[in-house]
């Protein structure tokens, strides 16, 4: 299983911008898909954004135009550059690695343990 270890999050006001790390055990390269979830309290967790081993990305409809996804395989790191922050984005943030695709949106094998985001009014 694959080890991720996310930071970067924390408090920050309406309309402003964080840039979430995820640091991978394995080499990046190996792994297929790398994705980015989201879990607000009393709410399920959610599908922010995923980028695969070439260059084809995706973002749930909620972030689309203000996240961008990226994904570094010399560093094994992963990034989430979320800009135009809204209170709606608060929520833990989750990285997320899975080696082969699957129709099933959700279906990554690896998790990190979160990092906290906070947009205040």
């Known amino acids: 299983q694959v080890h991720l270890v996310e930071s970067g999050g924390g408090t920050v006001q309406t309309g402003g911008s964080l840039r979430l790390s995820c640091v991978v055990s394995e080499r990046t390269f190996k792994i297929y898909e790398l994705g980015w979830f989201r879990q607000a309290p009393g709410k399920e967790r959610q599908f922010v954004a995923a980028?695969?081993?070439?260059?084809?990305?995706s973002y749930s409809d909620s972030v689309k135009g203000r996240f961008t996804i990226s994904r570094d395989n010399a560093k094994n790191t992963v990034y989430l550059q979320m800009n135009s922050l809204k209170p709606e984005d608060t929520a833990v943030y989750y990285c997320?690695?899975?080696?082969?695709?699957?129709?099933?949106?959700?279906?990554?094998?690896?998790w990190g343990q979160g990092t906290q985001v906070t947009v205040s009014a």
């Open positions: 997320a690695a899975r080696h082969v695709p699957s129709n099933d949106l959700y279906a990554f094998d690896s």
């Open positions: 980028a695969t081993w070439g260059t084809t990305t």
